[in-house]
């Protein structure tokens, strides 16, 4: 009913350690933020899946070591163990990252410009004539819809009559004919 004293360190001292791993884990995590910008959205994101997987794996400690039993101590000893880790080595480490995430930076910006300068040189001629093909396209067009318009008379160029036609007895309204007088 009652454990020993010994069993229980050994327990506190598990969840220590994975206090420890789990927060060199949220460093990689850190180094990677530090790298690429991130908006909230994605930082929130990353923080729900970080602390689930950390749910997940005490949940399975605790499952192993604990024999099925959550204590409120293990989550104490793992909380421990993390704060140890930020306020000691991961301080020391944050602060060597940082340099190493400038370096990062520049080595990723002046990789991706080579690139982008290698990539705008093969494009640009594809790009050129293709702009050519659709400019004398686009101009065809222009033409042929600018001829194929009939180009109407003005209003005080035309004059309809609009004589009422009988044919066998009955009559029909409508334009029969049109007469184009010119301006004087």
Known sequence: MFENISSTLQQC????????????????????RMILRHNVVAVCIEDALYLS???FISFIIAL???IGYMRIYYIVF?????????LTVGRLLNSILRHISGATKR?????????WHYLCK?????????????GKIAE??????????MHLKKPDEIEYNDKVQSI????RAGVVKAKIRKKE
């Open 64 to 66: 192993s070591v604990g």
């Open 78 to 86: 793992e909380a421990m163990g993390a704060a140890i880790y930020f």
């Open 168 to 171: 066998g007895g009955g009559e």
């Open 140 to 149: 065809n067009a222009r033409k042929s819809a600018f001829y194929s318009k």
């Open 107 to 115: 080595f990723i910006r002046t990789i991706a410009d080579k690139i």
């Open 53 to 55: 997987i950390c749910a």
């Open 13 to 32: 001292g598990y969840f220590f350690a994975a206090g420890l791993i789990m927060g060199l884990f949220y460093e990689a995590l850190r180094f990677f």
């Open 122 to 134: 093969f494009f640009a001629p594809i790009g050129k004539k293709i702009k050519m093909i659709f």
